[in-house]
């Protein structure tokens, strides 16, 4: 049985596919030339007439009276060359709803907003109430303008503050040059297509055009680089695929890199290792193929030779590949040797880092790793050899040296041997000790002890999940903070003493 045929038996396929419910479907509605109905004078009803005009629409007003604010919308009238507004000095009536693409009204009354709502429906035409969610079809959303990209945020109205606090959010990542590069892209769509089939080489090119979109502004010979871009990879032998070694972070997903993210949106396949969260595989292109193949100690596990094998059959079929690796690939990821096998076969690879295990514990402890009253300098070393015990290739002389802060990855069931060690080598008992499980998930676990104690403490945070053991006098201050932790951190993660 070969690796994917074992993959497919043994139900390794992935997570976080599937689409989640959604409170409302998400539409981008073309108002070009259009009739569309703005029933009332106000501020409120000004807003949503702007906001349909510049889409293009010819507004029809009805309102006997303007606010000053909509008197002067009107004055300066529509930015959008196909957008204009007319307005009808009388109130709204049955027979304004025909030939209209939508309808909008601001009403203070209930019966009047019930009335406007049926004579809508009535003639067929989608109708919103402002602010009478009960009397609505549909909603606006919350919106950031990089026209023709355009981002809508929608809390269903349960958080209209919310929705906002996004948007400001989205206006910070999305800089205000996208605008030009998604019109060159809208120039060029025809030209790009002409020359690049559909499959793998459409897509990298695209690919490249938004590593390209989200760097500088565009310049004048942008247009000449996009097209000796698309004509270099037209020139490519088919099937050219490639790898990208993606760093997941600890597990939450707010810690990924904006260059990861862009990595699990134009992926082709994702082998992704079992430590790797749900959370972080939202966050992938639904398109993209899944696959478990995680190395988990004392489990069942893919072996380092079939997961290489996988990336090099997908990517000489032409695929872009993304193994994804919890922390970062360079540290304890084993990337080493699976840049070395795809060097041999000749597939271009990647690596995007992440934030490794350490670096999150520090964070969450809230505690600088070198503290210079306390250590000059960090050691990460695994917590065990491939057989199981400790590694004979470490110093253990210069690790028990307590000017440094030394991390252990992966040594739950050694960590007895480790504390023993030393210990011999001549450690303080008091040296300060944490163990922590789970850094960054939900499920996060700490104990605060000394080296004497550190039996006990992995006895009670326990070997299934994760474990870091962290040792060294930076660590005093840790041991104040762990109680704020236990009782304040709204995730809900434990501290145990």
Known sequence: MDVLQQQ????RSGRGGSMAPLAKLPVFWGLE???????GGTDAAAWKAELLAACGAQVHVYAPELSHTFTALIERGAEHAEGRFIHHPASWHHDVFAGAAIAIADCEEEDEALAFFEAARAAGVPVNVIDKPAFCQFQFG???NRSPVVVSI???????ILAQAIRRRIETLLP????????LAQSLRDKINDRLAPGPSRRAFWERFVDRAFGSEPMPESEAAVLADASHLANLPAGQGRVTLVGAGPGDAELLTLKAVRALQAADVILFDDLVSDEVL?????EAKRMLVGKRGGRESCRQEDINAMMVNFAKAGKHVVRLKSGDPMIFGRAGEEIACLEREGIPVQVVPGITAASAMASRLGISLTHRDHAQSVRLITGHSRKGGLPADVNWKTVADTRTTTIFYMG???APMIGARLLAEGMHPSTPVVVMSDVSRRAERQWHGDLSTLEAGIAEIGYDSPVLIAVGGSLAAAGRRSVRLSEDDSMGRVAVR
Do not use: F, H, N, Y
Not at 8 to 11: C, T
Not at 176 to 183: F, G, I, N
């Open 33 to 39: 030339g259009k009739r569309v109905i703005v029933a």
């Open 412 to 414: 739950g069931r050694t």
């Open 8 to 11: 497919r038996s043994e139900g």
């Open 154 to 160: 929608s809390t269903d109205g349960a958080a209209p």
């Open 282 to 286: 939202e966050l992938a292109r639904r």
């Open 176 to 183: 205000q040059s996208l605008k030009t590069w998604a019109e």
């Open 142 to 144: 919350s919106i950031v």
